[in-house]
């Protein structure tokens, strides 16, 4: 049996605690506020017949391990949860209608651990923020411990509930980011056993400090009947778990640092010491995955802060794809002439200022120092005409690296990241120890001074390579290597904090081999993201469009190059890619004239007018599946309805991309845009972007997209 403790609500989400009257466990169920009576009470049967879920998971070392076969497979719900002593959660609520429930667990044997749950009308998700406190005399080693956990899933079930559960997770690589894989639970054989003894579990996650590679640090569960699906993101950026369990009939989910059997994680609480797992981002709608992760990654916003020129959503020139990492004043100077006048309000000057050398091949990085035969006047006379050309100055660094062209830090041994007592090498990279304070004050020279004294407005922050399993903490030979990676990459966040607490007008794009770093943590601190590094790709737009579940798209910018072989017609496919996010040229400086310029002026013009959109917006997908990123088939269309409340009101952008062997006429629903009342805006297209020949039309909800073929970019704005 199961008693409610407490139950709240905020927004469209009501939180509601329980506890098992056999076990004591007092567990979290989420689930949308239109379940509830008019009375407030839940009008729903919540499921009572299967195993509460704890609100913390952990096991320290010393306890028993799991049983059912569990060794090697999951740590979950060791006898360090079976010790636990769970209080009644204590909801408080501010004047700003931001509800924080605390809920405190006790150890016998003397530590307890803190579970905050908090809601609040800024989001449409909740963050837990989980918590242990050693009030003990004796330290405590922890080699696994949740940032969050789910339970009794689906609540709106009982039994086994056959073929009813789909786990969804994002398979991502270098490229190819943020695939969606969606999967019946039974297909990954998560069900109970006869007796219900074994315990399936499937953990993934990433390892390393690319926390978006393999796996996007997210998972969702759906109940197709009852028509609800519930999303849950670990935010943190070195190595992550999340499993889905199950024992019995209901479903778990839980995620947090890799665990010991996962990422070589262990963790020694001291008498007196706190440790505060990284904070998970959770999201519970009525309907599919796609509403579940744009709530998740929608809740970043609450935290973006950034100087009211991006308010607009600018767009970016980058010179990568120009010069290939080899810019020089005179490149620069000449793309200045061939892009100021399309509207572009930030010049970014990417990899090799401080090098000759194409940078596929270099590895000059750790003294940053101008190279004198590319600017001969150093950089900033650059950055003095960028300005004047009216736009805002932009330079790349990767300051986490030392590489091997500069001897004078890759052999710093003092300074570097160490595993098996050895600097930890991979290719021509190694790693600044970001702990150490001598390492923070070298950067804030080579970095915050720098930027400072150059006037730059803008800096692309790229991150080439990944730690691994971890690294060792000096003066502490006991910490474990995957302890060693948490505090590393927390290191480095906060140097990011200082970077933005000294110059707080810096715009900071993240970047990471493209997309290996799209956690939140990180899109709190940077105001973009590069998308990818798919620069000039067919998938390109199937990509964007996988951001929109990981990331706002306000914060994704997206290539759009242009070349001088390629016909102009091509420039709608590229320019309707980056309406899915930030529009970002490149490419060849002179390229952008004659015909060229009227398909990019107009496409400037059009971003402009979809920018409140591309903000503030709730995006749907449309098209058959595709398989190959490679070779991409068919079509894509995403409609993007503007969110209520916003200058987006009552608007709706559609993106449509064909591939290869696509249709010559393609027709799109419009009858769920706008919460199903299609009749209010459906009779007006505003404008539309396309080459000639391609034909729109809008009727009965319908809009129909003539004339096509393989690789055209059309869009629309009704």
């Known amino acids: 049996m199961r008693t409610i403790l407490l139950q709240t609500t905020v927004g469209g989400t009501t939180a509601v605690y329980r506890r098992d009257t056999e076990t004591g466990i007092v567990e979290l169920l989420l689930v949308p506020a239109d379940v509830l009576g008019d009375d407030g009470s839940i009008d729903a049967a919540l499921r009572d017949d299967c195993a509460a879920e704890s609100l913390v998971q952990a096991k320290i070392i010393g306890d028993d391990y799991p049983f059912g076969f569990s060794q090697g497979r999951t740590m979950r719900n060791s006898q360090t949860v079976a010790r636990m002593e769970f209080g009644k959660p204590r909801a408080l609520a501010d004047d700003n209608g931001v509800t924080t429930v605390t809920t405190r667990i006790d150890d016998p044997r003397g530590w307890h651990y803190e579970h905050v749950l908090t809601m609040t009308p800024a989001s449409q998700a909740v963050e837990i923020h989980t918590s242990v406190v050693n009030d003990s005399a004796e330290p405590i080693t922890f080699e696994m411990l949740s940032s969050f956990t789910l339970g009794s899933l689906s609540p709106f079930a009982t039994g086994l509930d056959p073929e009813n559960l789909t786990l969804h997770r994002m398979r991502s690589t270098w490229s190819a980011e943020g695939r969606l894989l969606s999967q019946p639970v039974e297909d990954l054989e998560l069900e109970p056993s006869w007796q219900r003894f074994s315990a399936n579990s499937v953990r993934f996650g990433s390892v390393g400090s690319f926390p978006v590679r393999e796996w996007v640090p997210f998972v969702g569960i759906t109940d197709r009947r009852a028509g609800v699906t519930w999303a849950a993101a670990t935010t943190h950026a070195s190595s992550w778990q999340i499993e889905a369990y199950r024992r019995d009939e209901g479903l778990s989910l839980s995620g947090g640092i890799a665990d010991r059997e996962f990422g070589q994680w262990t963790h020694t609480v001291k008498p007196g010491e706190r440790f505060d797992a990284p904070k998970a981002v959770l999201a519970v709608v009525r309907g599919d995955v796609n509403l579940a992760a744009q709530a998740v990654a929608g809740n970043v916003r609450q935290y973006v802060r950034t100087p009211e020129s991006e308010n607009h959503l600018p767009i970016i020139f980058n010179e990568f794809c120009s010069t290939w990492g080899v810019p020089t004043e005179k490149s620069v100077l000449e793309q200045l002439d061939a892009v100021k006048a399309l509207g572009v309000e930030y010049f970014v000057i990417d990899a090799g200022w401080f090098d000759d050398t194409a940078f596929e091949s270099a590895s000059r990085f750790g003294k940053w120092e101008v190279s004198k035969t590319a600017f001969p006047h150093g950089l900033k006379p650059v950055v003095d005409a960028i300005h004047a050309a009216g736009m805002k100055a932009g330079i790349w660094f990767e300051f986490e690296i030392a590489g091997r062209q500069e001897p004078d830090c890759f052999n710093r041994t003092e300074w570097l990241l160490t595993r098996d007592g050895l600097p930890?090498?991979?290719?021509?990279?190694?790693?600044?120890?970001?702990?150490?304070?001598?390492?923070?004050?070298?950067?804030?020279?080579?970095?915050?001074?720098?930027?400072?004294?150059?006037?730059?407005?803008?800096?692309?922050?790229?991150?080439?390579?990944?730690?691994?399993?971890?690294?060792?903490?000096?003066?502490?030979?006991?910490?474990?290597?995957?302890?060693?990676?948490?505090?590393?990459?927390?290191?480095?966040?906060?140097?990011?904090?200082?970077?933005?607490?000294?110059?707080?007008?810096?715009?900071?794009?993240?970047?990471?081999?493209?997309?290996?770093?799209?956690?939140?943590?990180?899109?709190?601190?940077?105001?973009?993201?590069?998308?990818?590094?798919?620069?000039?790709?067919?998938?390109?737009?199937?990509?964007a469009a996988n951001m929109h579940r990981m990331i706002l798209p306000r914060q994704s910018q997206i290539w759009a190059v242009v070349r001088d072989e390629e016909p102009a017609s091509k420039l709608y496919y590229q320019i309707c890619s980056g309406l899915l996010g930030r529009l970002c040229f490149s490419g060849d400086a002179n390229a952008f004239s004659g015909e060229k310029n009227d398909v990019i002026h107009g496409g400037v013009d059009f971003y402009r007018a979809a920018a409140p959109i591309i903000d503030h917006g709730v995006s749907a997908w449309h098209g058959p599946a595709l398989g190959s990123y490679r070779h991409p088939r068919g079509w894509q269309a995403i409609v993007r309805r503007g969110e209520h409340g916003t200058d987006a009101q009552g608007r709706t952008l559609v993106v449509l991309h064909t591939f290869h062997d696509a249709p010559e006429n393609v027709t799109i629903s419009l009858d769920d845009v706008n919460g199903g009342d299609a009749a209010g805006f459906a009779d007006v297209i505003a404008r539309a972007f396309h080459r000639d020949g391609i034909d729109v039309t809008l009727a009965d909800g319908t809009l129909t997209v003539s004339g096509l073929t393989d690789f055209d970019g059309v869009a629309v704005l009704l």
């Not at 304070?437 to 692309?460: C, E, S, T, W």
């Not at 997309?515 to 990180?522: E, N, Y």
């Open 424 to 543: 930890i090498t991979s290719g021509n990279r190694r790693w600044w120890d970001m702990r150490n304070p001598d390492v923070r004050d070298y950067l804030a020279h080579k970095v915050i001074d720098m930027l400072r004294d150059n006037g730059f407005d803008y800096m692309k922050v790229d991150y080439n390579d990944t730690i691994g399993v971890g690294c060792e903490t000096p003066g502490d030979p006991d910490a474990s290597l995957g302890d060693g990676l948490y505090s590393q990459i927390q290191a480095s966040q906060d140097f990011f904090r200082r970077i933005r607490r000294e110059l707080p007008d810096l715009m900071i794009e993240i970047c990471a081999s493209g997309g290996h770093r799209l956690v939140q943590s990180f899109m709190e601190i940077g105001a973009m993201a590069s998308f990818s590094d798919a620069h000039e790709c067919d998938e390109i737009p199937v990509i």
